[in-house]
Structures are given as structure tokens and as C-alpha cells.
Nanobody, 116 residues
Framework: EVQLVESGGGLVQPGGSLRLSCAAS????????MSWVRQAPGKGLEWVSV????????RYADSVNGRFTIAGDNAKNTVYLQMNSLKPEDTAVYYC?????????WGTGTQVTVSS
């Protein structure tokens, strides 16, 4: 059974940091591109970042570039999102996504709230 389990969300003040984790199981983690996607209240899905299957390439949305860092650990089948200098507009449910060809898996999300 494929599972993606996000953790690490919570309430943080503006300017603070959080690290999200996504633990994967049920598929060959190292063969999949792993992404983080978020959904703010009342808005659609917004792609945040991706790391390719080899782990050698990363990309970021302009809105988070320079503040967020994605990293993968193939030994732990886990992808991380380090979020620094958080802003209220980063408030959203953050979802982990695994994709390879026609295979596309999603986690259930973790809530991040940035507020003073």
C-alpha cells in the first residue's frame, strides 16, 4: 500500500521556521520526483517545490525561492521542506506528492499557520 505521511506543521510566528517531513512507503522512493504543494484557505493548489528522482535537481516557486529548501533522504524514504522566514501568506495545508510517469501519489497534508 502506498503511503505518504506528512508531519511537522504547526503554528509559527512571522519570521519563524518549520521543517516539514514526508515519509513514503509502498513504492520505490528513489525513482520518483517528490514535490510539495500547498493550498491556502479558499484558494487552489499551489506548487511549492520539487526534487528530482536522483536528488540532484531542485526547483522552487518564486514565492518561496530563497526561503524554502527541499531535500530528500533515500535511506529514510523521506523528503523534507525546510521553511525559513515564514510569512502569513505561507499559511496553508502542505501536501507531499510523488510522481513517476503515470503514477501520482498524494499525502493527506499538514497544516502550517503563520500568525502572530
Amino acid at each position: 500500500e502506498v503511503q505518504l505521511v506528512e508531519s511537522g506543521g504547526g503554528l509559527v510566528q512571522p519570521g519563524g521556521s518549520l521543517r516539514l517531513s514526508c515519509a513514503a512507503s509502498g513504492f520505490t522512493f528513489s525513482s520518483y520526483a517528490m514535490s510539495w504543494v500547498r493550498q491556502a484557505p479558499g484558494k487552489g493548489l499551489e506548487w511549492v517545490s520539487v526534487i528530482n528522482s536522483g536528488g540532484g535537481s531542485t526547483r522552487y516557486a518564486d514565492s518561496v525561492n530563497g526561503r524554502f529548501t527541499i531535500a530528500g533522504d533515500n535511506a529514510k524514504n523521506t523528503v523534507y521542506l525546510q521553511m525559513n522566514s515564514l510569512k502569513p501568506e505561507d499559511t496553508a495545508v502542505y501536501y507531499c506528492n510523488a510522481r513517476r510517469y503515470q503514477y501520482n501519489y498524494w499525502g493527506t497534508g499538514t497544516q502550517v499557520t503563520v500568525s502572530s
